[in-house]
């Protein structure tokens, strides 16, 4: 148990669907992340919000959209996504982004795209 | 700009064989340096920090990292390897860039102990 809760751990949809990936930390963190996994790449980070505010977005298309409506909760919005987004989406939590802890980690949502 | 690098894809040991997977940097000022390990379907687990102090650093699972600030390494090591260490390991580090601190991961390193 990590603290750092994914739902749904799998997610099958087509190009056209909407989804959204859910997150919840019961760390009392302040800072939430979510990152992309594919295989063979490094870990890429897509967003980072501290104490609700998105304070990073590394050029991640529209069709990904986020979401943090406090400390605890982040989603990720999915809508007409190509096959190349299939990975393993990662959500993590920090106490605070501008301090030097290790991040906690969720066990993701692996994502297929049809 | 801040990098790391983990220059092997896969390191295989023996079990109860020393093991080391390796880790280089660069950063402007002093780093934050982190390894975290990744076992099949879960997510990223920190296994230990080097933040400021003693060079020599020791976390879970009988796992150590040693800073070498000279070479701009932070090597992850143990004495005896287990089979159930088999899993990928994410080197870590956490820098000052234009816009405040940063922290960015290696590739990954695949580890294989056989028994």
């Known amino acids: 148990e990590t603290g750092v809760t994914q739902t749904p751990r799998h997610l099958v949809m087509g190009m056209t669907n909407k989804k959204s990936l859910k997150c919840e930390q019961h760390?009392?963190?302040?800072?939430m992340y979510w990152y992309k996994q594919s295989a063979k790449k490094p870990l890429e980070l897509m967003f980072v919000?501290?104490?609700?505010?998105?304070?990073e977005n590394n050029s991640v298309p529209s069709r990904f959209s986020p979401e943090c409506p406090n400390s605890s909760h982040l989603f990720l919005h999915l809508h007409t996504l190509q096959p190349e987004d299939s990975a393993l989406y990662l959500c993590a939590s920090s106490q605070d982004e501008a301090d030097h802890q290790p991040q906690h980690f969720g066990d993701g949502t692996r994502l297929s795209i049809l | 700009a801040q990098s790391v690098a983990q220059p092997e894809d896969q390191v295989n040991v023996a079990e109860g064989n020393p093991l080391t997977v390796k880790c280089t940097y660069s950063?402007?000022?002093?780093?934050?340096l982190f390894w975290y390990v990744q076992y099949p379907n879960r997510g990223l687990q920190f296994l230990l920090k080097y933040i400021t102090g003693d060079n020599l650093v020791k976390g879970s699972y009988g796992f150590e990292a040693e800073f070498n600030k000279s070479q701009t390494s932070f090597h992850l090591k143990k004495p005896s390897a287990l089979v159930s260490d088999s899993a990928l390991y994410f080197c870590?580090?956490?820098?000052?860039?234009?816009?405040?601190?940063?922290?960015?991961f290696g590739a990954g390193t695949r580890l294989f102990v056989k028994a």
């Open positions: 950063v402007s000022g002093n780093p934050y």
């Open positions: 870590a580090v956490r820098g000052l860039n234009t816009g405040g601190f940063k922290t960015i």
């Open positions: 919000y501290n104490f609700k505010e998105q304070t």
């Open positions: 760390l009392g963190h302040n800072a």
